[in-house]
């Protein structure tokens, strides 16, 4: 009777084989449709939705922040769901979920049900990407689970430019029509993705490490740790503004109408394309705790030109570098934690489960303190971009602080 392998690639140790790289692109479509297009192709959509009254202004940012809402539900409820479906079935499922949500929300009943359906779709997506990576590198040779991470994580990249892409060319045929063509789209992702999920879970040889080490994923965060996952935090902070209303900050805010907007929104993809690649290969030569620092100045950076000017030039400058750092940061913080904790795959995936959480926790808070202070200060654009830029530069302070306490 012949062996059969318990991890993917364990044949050529070097080398991805044809079950490794099926597996890569379930990710990919997994990232795709959970993040790149469920929660970000509400972005562009929103001076639609309001120009249609399907909702108010006021509306259109809240139900945004539904997403946010669920996406924290579904960060702490990865897991448990995992552990009782196991991997493969869990990430079916929530895939599902993700489809049938699109096609929901093609029928504006109500506020409530449309917001229900953006709850859904936020936990199917916070799950998701408590899971996606966790699921799939442990049975990656390792010495190919950068390149494989960062191809997973190219998926968000990739749904926000086809969100951009494809949603101007959709809302020439209705609101309607633009729902269900996201959901036609998702459900081919995950028709793609059905098979290529790893069968079983983490192999036993990725989790001797952390067997041996008798930490089993309940150590205690160390202080290094912790104040990542409170960077973490604050960079979820930072994003929601121009996650939320970029887009419609264009479009209305500076009165260039819906078009433009759509515009900067496929610009903003294209450089959400490069992010994550750029950043594994910046942190690649110089670290990944230098390159999130980076990451952090950035994005400060970015946000607070949005906030201080309406000039084309330091928008598009805004939207190059928010998007590329909007996906390059989830592997900057994965890296960051495997650096942290080298050798333990339990821990490794533990404390990811908890930065994840506490960047879903902080989008939350942010989408709806954010809606609260756009809704009540007469659509106060910089204001609401001023607060990201602040909780940006404050992630960097501390992390200049930490290094510097730490030498």
């Known amino acids: 009777m012949s062996a059969t392998p318990s991890t993917l690639g364990v044949n050529t140790p070097n080398r991805l084989d044809a079950q490794a790289l099926f597996a890569t692109l379930a990710g990919l479509c997994g990232s795709f449709v959970a993040i790149g297009l469920a929660r970000f192709a509400y972005t562009p959509l929103i001076p639609a939705l309001i120009q249609a009254h399907w909702f108010t202004s006021s509306q259109a940012v809240t139900l945004g922040a539904a997403n946010f809402a669920g996406y924290l539900l579904g960060a702490l409820l990865g897991r448990p769901i995992a552990h009782r479906l196991g991997n493969r079935h869990a990430l079916r499922a929530l895939m599902a979920m993700v489809t049938l949500a699109f096609f929901a929300c093609a029928f504006p009943l109500s506020v409530s049900w449309f917001f229900g359906w953006r709850l859904v779709s936020g936990v199917a997506g916070g799950a998701i990407m408590v899971l996606v990576a966790t699921s799939i590198l442990p049975h990656v040779p390792a010495v190919r689970r950068g390149f494989v991470s960062g191809m997973i994580f190219l998926g968000l990249g990739l749904g926000i430019a086809a969100s951009g892409t494809v949603i101007p060319w959709f809302l020439h045929y209705g609101l309607r029509v633009t729902w269900m063509g996201l959901g036609a789209i998702a459900l081919l992702l995950t028709a793609i993705s059905w098979l290529g999920w790893p069968r079983a879970d983490a192999p036993v040889a990725s989790i001797a490490p952390a067997s041996a080490s008798g930490h089993h994923g309940h150590a205690q965060p160390t202080a290094a740790l912790r104040v990542l996952y409170g960077q973490y935090a604050a960079n979820a902070l930072g994003l929601v503004p121009a996650m939320v209303l970029l887009v419609d900050y264009v479009a209305r805010g500076l009165g260039q109408g819906a078009a433009h907007g759509a515009h900067i929104w496929v610009l903003y993809g294209i ?26 100045l950035m994005q400060a950076v970015g946000v607070a030109l949005l906030a201080l000017s309406s ?8 939207t190059l570098i ?10 900057l913080a994965l890296g960051r934690i495997h650096e942290l904790i080298p050798h333990d795959h339990l821990e490794q995936r533990a404390a990811w489960s908890r930065a994840t959480t506490a960047f879903a926790l902080f989008q939350a808070l942010g989408g709806y303190g954010y809606s609260y202070l756009f809704s009540h200060t007469h659509e106060n654009y910089a204001l609401i971009f001023t607060c990201g830029a602040v909780a940006l530069m404050l992630a960097f302070l501390v992390d200049l602080f930490a290094s510097k306490r730490r030498t």
């Open 271 to 296: 450089a959400a394309i490069a992010g994550p690649i750029l950043c594994g290969q910046v942190a690649d030569r110089i670290g990944f705790r230098l390159t999130w620092r980076f990451a952090l």
């Open 311 to 318: 000039n084309a030039m330091a928008i598009v400058a805004a």
């Open 322 to 331: 928010l998007g590329a750092f909007t996906p390059g940061v989830v592997p």
